[in-house]
């Protein structure tokens, strides 16, 4: 983490009162903090699973919405039950907001019941009830600068918004995702930017997340009402339900390319919780089915060129070192024509580390030769945290991932072996791991041209052991491919078009989809299949951790940074799913299937037995990532707490395909 120095801030601190709250932000979430995190209270009085949290903007109050349709407001210093009153919901509540500026005394909910409620807390009364959606409402969100509108998220692939200063009781539709994506599209999740209250994320089934401008779909729509009164429209005339440029997806590189596979094991890919970054410049995904993931939304990083259809493939612009002119970045551009790499001179990335980071790298490298991949990883990650521009460390935990084999571990060796080669051109084992990458990630044409590519240039090498079996791995890939008319499908951008055989998708969506934008970060560890509404959220002023619930019933904290593992503690006797960190304190509130609310603070050094810490927390991630990859079935016995041995997963002790081809360029670290 960042070195600080808190004797002086404390002095500046006591000098200048307007130094305090500063401080506090500051502060209230640090590195021993985090170490000392641990279970202060239990607030007990739902009879069903809590479903959903939130904190006023105090943090003085606590909401929490539960299966048993009752909302409850907590004084979480006290762990004293201020209120209780039943909603009307006729079905679970899986939501829960206080209206801004309404002094906590407007509550807002929704439900399974399809219906969302707007509550008088001072008064215990529903004051307004939204019919309008057909399916379960899953989300409610709330903007500060707009106080009197508020948005909802359902399984009918609407996202409404409300504003309640109209007379009339109705709501507005904002967002139609059936029109983009079908009939049986389900939103999920929404959040608004706090920082900039016109952006909207939304997410729903499917690998994609989607980021609107509220204001300009406002705007549009006010102007094609105003046009469409002034005028006479033609039947051939199509208004666009959401204007150009109001719309940017963003999607983990790897998944439109994994579905396919992921539904043949009826492995579902869904978006169960949204949020921005303290700041508004990050946007936090938890994936069902997959991982937590960070997007950039300043730096815009596209997923490598090969993985978009040709016809979106960068053809203007120079790239240099992984970006485009145009402010994009891309990655190293692979032209369909021939992959190559700049044959200049080595760039500024000196192969010499300070002692400091050198002994992270021997250690690293220790940790690898122990089979131990998921240490390796962790300190590879540490050493690239402190210094971003050395080859040698992306290169090292590309062929770190390469051995774990965890979901989305070759695509993030992909990118860094794609970071190395950047960084030094001439990094042999780097050249060749990507074309390990790419056939692992089924590019089996840009794998053998990337091979090619490497035996033109290491002339040496193109005979070694690994490359005659690589080369004979890709060109048994091809005659497969070809026998079975496969080829015809890669080459068509149909990877990044369909969910389903019978879906049809609109071009408009297409387009936003082939223009989607890569993650910056990934966290690994956490498993999310078995329930729709698991959270990740950012821990600190600055969200210098992340946070995510687990279907193990542990919840996980992560560095946001280095996206190592430092934290894993039991929350819940089955699945946490909800984790709200405290606006201002080092103080976090959990539910999940337990009838309870967890309230979670640094405890006492002198508290020497933490019962709720995991120990063993590579054991813990390398279990949730067989229990992801489980088949249904084994996957609702573990959940009603069976015992399943030989899950199928790779772990440290399973097989590696590369063991068999050991040769002069193989996977071992630099």
């Known amino acids: 983490m960042t070195t600080v120095n808190i ?20 502060y209230h979430v640090t ?33 929490s919405g539960s299966d048993d349709q009752h909302a409850v407001i907590w004084d979480p210093f006290k762990h004293k039950k201020l209120t209780t009153m039943h909603t009307g919901h006729a079905a679970n509540i899986f939501s ?34 939204f019919s309008d959606h057909t399916n379960r409402v899953k989300r409610i969100a709330t903007a500060p600068m707009w106080p009197n509108t508020f948005w909802s998220a359902a399984e009918d692939g609407i996202i409404r918004q409300y504003d309640l200063r109209e007379s009339s009781k109705r709501s507005e539709v904002l967002i139609d995702l059936t029109e983009f994506c079908g009939q049986l599209v389900e939103a999920k999740c929404l959040a608004v930017n706090p920082r900039d209250n016109n952006q909207l994320a939304v997410g729903a089934n499917g690998p994609f997340v989607r980021l609107y401008d509220i204001r300009m779909i406002n705007n549009y729509r006010k102007s094609m009402s105003q ?75 596209r997923p490598y060129t090969f993985l978009l259809p040709k016809k979106c493939q960068s053809s203007t612009g120079d790239v240099q070192n992984g970006k485009t002119t145009n402010g994009v970045s891309n990655g190293i551009h692979l032209p369909t024509s021939h992959i190559r790499f700049a044959e200049s001179k080595m760039h500024s990335s000196s192969t010499e580390l300070p002692a400091s980071l050198e002994k992270i790298k021997q250690q690293a490298n220790d940790a690898f030769a122990r089979q131990q991949w998921t240490q390796a990883i962790q ?11 050395n080859a040698m460390l992306y ?61 033109g240039k290491f002339p040496e090498q193109a005979h070694s052991s690994a490359c005659d079996a690589l080369d004979k791995d890709i060109k048994a890939a091809l005659f497969t491919k070809t026998e079975t008319g496969d080829d015809k499908k890669a080459n068509s951008s149909i990877r990044f078009h369909s969910f389903s055989r019978k879906e049809s998708v609109p071009e408009d969506e297409l387009v936003l989809r082939e223009r989607s934008l890569d993650y910056k970060h990934r966290y690994c560890g956490h498993c999310n299949t078995t329930t729709d509404i698991k959270e990740a ?78 120990e063993d927390m590579e054991g813990a991630a390398q279990a949730n990532q067989r229990r992801m990859n489980a088949d249904p079935l084994e996957v609702m016995l573990l959940n009603m707490g069976y015992r399943i041995t030989g899950l199928r997963g790779v772990g440290p002790e399973g097989s590696d395909d590369e063991d068999s081809s050991e040769g002069q360029v193989q996977c071992r670290p630099s």
Not at 405 to 424: E, I, P, S, V
């Open 227 to 301: 046009s469409t009164s002034a005028s006479v429209h033609t039947f051939c005339e199509r208004q666009k339900p959401i204007p150009d440029g109001a719309g940017q997806y963003y999607v983990a590189g790897h998944l439109p390319v994994k579905l396919p596979d992921y539904n043949n094991r009826l492995r579902v890919l869904v978006a169960t919780y949204v949020t921005f970054s303290p700041d508004g410049t990050e946007l936090l995904v938890n994936m069902g089915g997959e991982q937590v993931y960070l997007f950039d939304l300043t730096f815009k990083q």
């Open 395 to 455: 290169g090292n935990r590309a062929a770190a991932y390469m051995k774990r084999k965890w979901d989305g571990d070759h695509y993030d060796a992909l990118r860094d072996c794609l970071k190395a080669l950047t960084l030094n051109p001439g990094h042999l084992k780097a050249h060749f791991r990507l074309a390990r990458c790419l056939f692992e990630l089924k590019y089996v044409a840009e794998a053998l041209e990337c091979l090619d590519d490497f035996k």
């Open 379 to 389: 300190l590879y990650s540490l050493g690239i945290h402190h210094t971003s521009c």
């Open 537 to 614: 959220n950012f821990f600190g002023s600055k969200g210098q951790y992340i946070v995510s619930g687990s279907d193990d019933g542990s919840f996980f904290i992560w560095e946001k940074e280095t996206t190592n593992l430092v934290r894993i503690l039991q929350g819940d006797e089955s699945i946490v799913n909800c984790l709200q960190p405290h606006p201002s304190y080092c103080f976090l509130a959990t539910s999940g299937i337990d009838p309870v609310v967890r309230l979670w603070n640094p405890r006492p050094e002198t508290e020497c037995d933490n019962v709720r810490v995991v």
């Open 31 to 63: 590195d021993p903090f985090i170490k000392r995190l641990g279970l202060e209270a239990e607030l007990q009085g739902h009879t069903g699973c809590v479903n959903c949290l939130e904190w006023n903007e105090r943090g003085d109050l606590l909401a």
């Open 96 to 129: 829960v907001k206080f209206l801004p500026h309404s002094g906590d005394r407007i509550l807002i909910t929704g439900a399974a019941d399809t219906k969302v409620h707007v509550h008088d807390l001072t008064v215990k009364e529903t004051i307004h009830i």
């Open 7 to 26: 004797t002086r801030d404390i002095l500046h601190r006591q000098i200048r009162d307007k130094r305090a709250a500063g401080f506090q932000r500051s």
